[in-house]
């Protein structure tokens, strides 16, 4: 137990991988700040390879020619595994997979065959890493296990724990470090499951609680966490510090800094999160860790590609529990996520993440019903820990289609393409 407690969590995003330097600044930080003790280092996609793989299996999808960005794809990373001088077969058995999976896909079970194909963006990353740092490879699929909800795997947490521990124990960890997969796990018969996009951060946490770590590390390209997103919002503030609860609040409005699902397992372990940059090491960055703190400066967040959608019932009688019902149970069968919800006397609206295909199932079941009337393209913005100059500084020159305050947060959804 005692081994257990340091283990120490690492996790790099895309951007910390993206090609044959950045894995060498990644080596750099894994030998300087790295042990003592045992380490396991969970790898994102190269880059924006996630993306290209989508694009991809798009492609292969609708029955159309894959076979340039294929190979693209291939010679990419084969070119930073060549400039790292790893040796020349180290990728073949997997692009071999790749392309095998691409040609034998099957015309139905569009999210099934998504993680089959999208999951070798982790697989690539990871083998390059792991020799670049003469690290151990795990295949972290047979342990992350999950259940059948291909793109979103649900976790089987037990399970998970169980089979983490036997593959790791004290004794292998004390090894060396080990170099494995975010984003993928696995379900009981052994296909493949993705865990949502940017779901790397939650694989480090679903490490970290199952072996025990003393603590999780996201390594990024900003100083911390931040109360704006930088590329968005000029003068953004770090946080030193913050707690989970703070984090998690942040996150579930859409803070693109840390994936949702990543703060309750280390919340209810008590396993800090640090968040640093990998391009200043050293600077303090952010501890996330159950404290107590005073006002936070606001937080800015913007959501794009929004949606807002309104029902009516048909006789225009009132909005009744017995609609809302009908209603939720809708939206979660077409799994559109609910940001913001109102109701009024005849109408109800949210706005949820635009999907031209959920939408359309969604107007399918419901028509009959309801009235339905939606508008696309729009932005919703929260901000956490307001004041009046913060809602100033944002609702300035915007046609506001909704808004909503509580103690904490101000919300807004407006028309996109405004700044
Ligand atoms: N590579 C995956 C994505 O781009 C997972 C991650 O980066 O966390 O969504
Ligand atoms: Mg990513």
Redesign the pocket.
């Known amino acids: 137990m005692q081994q257990a407690q340091s283990l120490r969590i690492y996790k790099f ?2 951007a910390s991988v993206k090609d044959a330097a950045a894995i060498r600044n990644l080596s750099r930080i894994v030998r300087a700040y790295g042990g003592p003790g045992p380490l396991v280092v969970v790898v ?2 190269m880059g ?4 290209a793989l989508e694009e991809l299996y798009q492609l292969a999808h609708a029955g159309q020619d894959y076979a340039a960005p294929l190979a693209r794809l291939g010679a990419f990373h084969q070119a930073v595994a060549a400039d790292l001088a790893l040796a020349a077969d180290l990728l073949t058995d997997l692009l071999t997979q790749l392309e095998d999976r691409l040609a034998t896909l099957l015309p139905a079970d569009f999210d099934r065959q998504y993680d089959q194909v ?1 999951s070798f ?2 697989l690539l990353a990871t083998r390059i890493v792991a020799g670049a740092l003469q690290a151990r490879w795990l295949d972290c699929r047979p342990l992350i296990r999950t259940d059948h909800t291909w793109r979103e795997g649900r976790l089987d947490w037990p399970t998970t724990e169980r089979l983490l521990r036997a593959a790791l124990p004290a004794a292998v960890l004390a090894e060396g470090p080990v170099v494995t997969q ?2 993928v796990g696995g379900t009981a018969s052994g296909a493949t499951t ?8 939650f ?1 480090a946490a679903i490490l970290a609680y199952c072996l025990g770590a003393g603590s999780v590390t996201i390594w990024k390209d900003v100083a911390g966490l931040l109360n704006a997103d930088p590329k968005i919002f000029p003068d953004t503030v770090r946080y030193p510090e913050i707690s989970y609860q703070e984090t998690i609040e942040m996150a579930y409005y859409g803070a693109s800094v840390i ?1 949702p699902k990543t703060i309750k397992p280390l919340a209810v372990r008590g396993i800090p999160l640090l968040v640093k940059s990998f391009l200043e090491p050293d600077a303090e960055g952010t501890r996330i860790h159950d404290c107590r703190h005073g006002l936070l400066v606001p937080a800015f967040i913007r959501k794009t590609e929004q949606c807002l959608v309104s029902f009516e019932s048909k006789e225009l009688d009132f909005i009744s529990e017995e609609n809302l019902e009908v209603i939720f149970g809708a939206l979660a069968q077409v799994r559109l996520k609910i940001r913001l919800m109102q109701n009024s006397a005849i109408s109800f609206s949210v706005c949820t993440d635009f999907s031209a295909y959920r939408l359309q199932r969604l107007l399918e079941l419901l028509r009959g019903q309801f009235t339905i009337h939606y508008n696309t393209g729009l932005e919703l913005y929260t901000i956490k820990n307001y004041d009046a100059a913060s809602i100033r500084r944002l609702t300035a020159g915007r046609e506001l289609l909704l808004e909503q305050r509580t103690r904490q947060t101000f919300q807004f959804v407006c028309r996109g393409g405004a700044g």
Request: aromatic share 4%.
């Open positions: 995003g895309g994102s996609a924006k390879t996630t993306n999208v963006g982790e975010g984003f993705t865990l949502g996009r940017e779901g790397s951060d694989t994936h």
